[in-house]
């Protein structure tokens, strides 16, 4: 299908990672069947192929005879596009491979299969087309992923570097080396997906630094847990705050001395309910994704005998519907409705796991639980009072998702077992000594003060940029109303993550935070108002501010908002072509003449900078002039100096394209 009508209205510039699949051995079809019939076989390959890729969030954009081009990322960004775009090819290939295995058995062709390439970047995305114009995405990042494609081997699955470094916490990659692909003068860095990884082949991401206080909490309640004493606990904070990385030291610190159990909300569709704790049962029976059925039967059978004896029985059928396979015919359905029979199945095998020893249930991400995981994270909860089960939970503060329901049922039932730790971003101490852990060669004094400002406190954004320093391509630090026309480039994760906190808003509040951010980290909002024209501001602000975007300063003398953090700013502008966020800074910068009209002599250099970014220099020029000339007239000799030399610069530089 084209992605039309869901598509964004305008050009943008988006990070986006594509994916091309072709199938592999169509033309000896051709050979042994009529045309009708290769139709028929590749028509339906092709589509469900297109299923998979939907089943994870992404568009498949265009149909390429016997194969597909799919975006994630289109109309809207997911921090987790990569992610989705890997899962999605690993259905691909297992849903194609069953069709080989019958056209193998049918016809004899033994090589049909289906070859994939996937890569992440930025790309500009707009329409094309006159009578059925379609959404596309254009850029270096889609070529690259066709390339690879036609590199790829039938069967695998080859990803582009930008992509792998997304993808390598929890997937197993090969490297192939660095390949040459046709049409393009530089090599490119490939490899090869070949699985999801498991938690225990899963490390964290870097090292841990000012959480003693947290971990001190977290280990003083795995000792109540080995004295027997139930207990909950959530994990809150925003995004790359280090809420996974705790979890992963206190399973290091649960040791041998409980049984962990763990299991991940995935944010992404082609999943069951359930998920997270249908992960935790396989993890328990030491499963792999290509185990067969009877292989999961068997297992399932034999290790729930064994710790349930004469009750096993009452536990197999929902334990054996969860994992998708069939139980015996002796054993009877789950009794009192199929969801209630399974949650309470799951709740007597969790008891009799604790009567062995203590137990840490730990869910990852519960903002992004289904309802029936909900469902069954409550009924876990009821354990705590009365057997030595551990609930963890970690989870973004969104009080509008289906998981914040599991937080209020313990605070509401069970507050005497409930214990709660907000993350908060790092000080600037720890947040350096974290960039020098980070950084294999050393850093500089004034590098990592400027790494240090940019993260603010957030150790993801943190590892992000020194990364980017790494790898030769930092993005350029902006500070306020330095006119510095050359864009700055954020690492593609960080900028997928955050434009996904941004396209996450309604269509008016994303609209709102532009102008915002083209205002500044703080704006007034009555100039807010102004410059966003015949904007609904206060409830689009409203928005904003339950989405945590911005937060208020002060309302007395003017009321003030600030984003609350210096990328979201950044980033809200990121998907603007230059075109139009040329007219967005010349709209403000109109707005900015009026509401400043009384005292605009306290706001030349910031009015420049706004008609600098519209690419409107001679009024820039014109109001660094006039503040050069209010300095010197102030008797500030080296401030009037600086921005005379900035005007001449401005002047000499070449106008963007």
């Not at 030595?388 to 329901?405: D, H, Q, T």
Request: glycine residues 8%; contains cysteine.
């Amino acid at each position: 299908m084209a992605v039309d009508d869901a598509g964004p209205p305008d050009d943008e510039l988006r990070p986006v990672t594509l994916l091309f699949a072709d199938v592999v051995g169509s033309t000896a079809l051709g050979e042994r069947l009529a045309p009708e019939e290769v139709k028929s076989l590749i028509g339906e390959c092709v589509t469900r192929m297109s299923r998979a890729v939907e089943e994870f969030g992404g568009r498949v954009q265009a149909y390429q005879g016997d194969g597909i081009c799919a975006y994630f990322g289109v109309p809207r960004a997911h921090e987790d596009d990569p992610e989705r775009a890997a899962r999605a090819a690993l259905r691909i290939l297992q849903l194609v491979g069953e069709d080989a295995r019958d056209i193998e058995a049918a016809w004899g062709i033994p090589r049909f299969g289906v070859r994939i390439g996937i890569n992440s970047g930025q790309t500009a995305v707009g329409r094309v087309g006159d009578s059925a114009p379609q959404t596309v995405a254009l850029g270096d990042a889609g070529n690259v992923a066709a390339r690879l494609q036609t590199e790829a081997a039938p069967g695998t699955i080859v990803v582009g570097e930008a992509t792998a470094r997304q993808l390598m916490r929890r997937f197993v990659l090969e490297w192939l080396g660095d390949l040459a692909v046709r049409n393009r003068a530089q090599r490119v860095s490939a490899y090869r997906l070949v699985r999801p990884t498991t938690k225990e082949q899963s490390t964290p991401a870097g090292p841990l630094v000012a959480r003693e206080h947290e971990l001190g909490r977290l280990t003083a309640k795995l000792g109540e847990l080995r004295a027997g004493r139930g207990a909950i606990v959530f994990v809150l904070g925003d995004a790359g705050v280090g809420k996974t990385r705790v979890l992963a030291e206190l399973r290091e610190r649960a040791g041998h001395g409980a049984l962990w159990l763990e299991g991940r909300c995935p944010s992404y569709g082609g999943v069951p309910p359930y998920d997270p704790f249908i992960q935790i049962l396989r993890s328990w029976l030491g499963l792999s994704e290509s185990d067969l059925e009877i292989t999961v039967r068997t297992r399932l059978r034999a290790r729930v005998t064994a710790l349930l004896d004469a009750r096993a029985g009452e536990v197999l059928p929902a334990l054996a519907t969860l994992l998708a396979v069939r139980a015996d015919s002796v054993e009877r359905p789950p009794a009192g409705g199929i969801a209630h029979g399974l949650r309470g199945a799951y709740v007597t095998w969790l008891e009799a796991l604790a009567r062995v020893q203590p137990v840490v249930v730990a869910i990852e991400d519960l903002q992004a639980a289904d309802a029936a995981t909900c469902e069954l994270a409550t009924d876990v909860l009821a354990l705590t009072d009365r057997a030595p089960v551990m609930v963890v939970a970690s989870s973004r503060l969104e009080p509008e998702s289906a998981g914040w329901s599991v937080r209020l049922a313990a605070l509401g039932s069970y507050v005497h077992r409930t214990t709660e730790l907000a993350l908060e971003p790092l000080c600037d101490e720890a947040a350096g000594a974290l960039a020098d852990a980070l950084a294999p060669d050393g850093l500089d004094e004034s590098t990592r003060r400027d790494l240090v400002e940019r993260a603010e406190g957030n150790p993801l954004y943190l590892e992000e940029l020194v990364h980017a320093l790494h790898e030769g391509h930092a993005p350029e630090r902006q500070r306020t109303w330095t006119i510095n026309l050359r864009p700055a480039e954020l690492p593609t994760a960080l900028e997928s993550l955050l434009v996904a906190r941004i396209d996450r808003l309604p269509a008016e509040a994303r609209r709102l935070a532009q102008t915002a951010a083209a205002i500044g980290r703080v704006f007034a909002v009555d100039l807010l108002a102004l410059a966003a024209g015949g904007q609904d501001v206060q409830q689009g602000l409203v928005q904003l501010l339950r989405a945590g975007v911005v937060s208020e300063l002060h309302r007395y003398p003017d009321f003030e908002c600030a984003f609350r953090h210096g990328l979201l700013q950044e980033v809200a502008l990121t998907t603007l072509t230059p075109e139009r966020k040329a007219q967005l800074y010349d709209g403000v910068a109109a707005a900015a003449e009026q509401f400043y009209a009384r005292r605009l002599d306290d706001h030349l250099e910031q009015i420049a900078y706004y008609y600098a970014r519209s690419n409107r220099r001679s009024k820039a020029g014109s109001y660094l002039g006039r503040a050069a000339d209010r300095a010197r007239v102030l008797g500030d000799a080296a401030e009037a100096d600086r921005l005379s030399r900035r005007r001449e610069a401005l002047a000499a530089s070449a106008p963007p394209p």
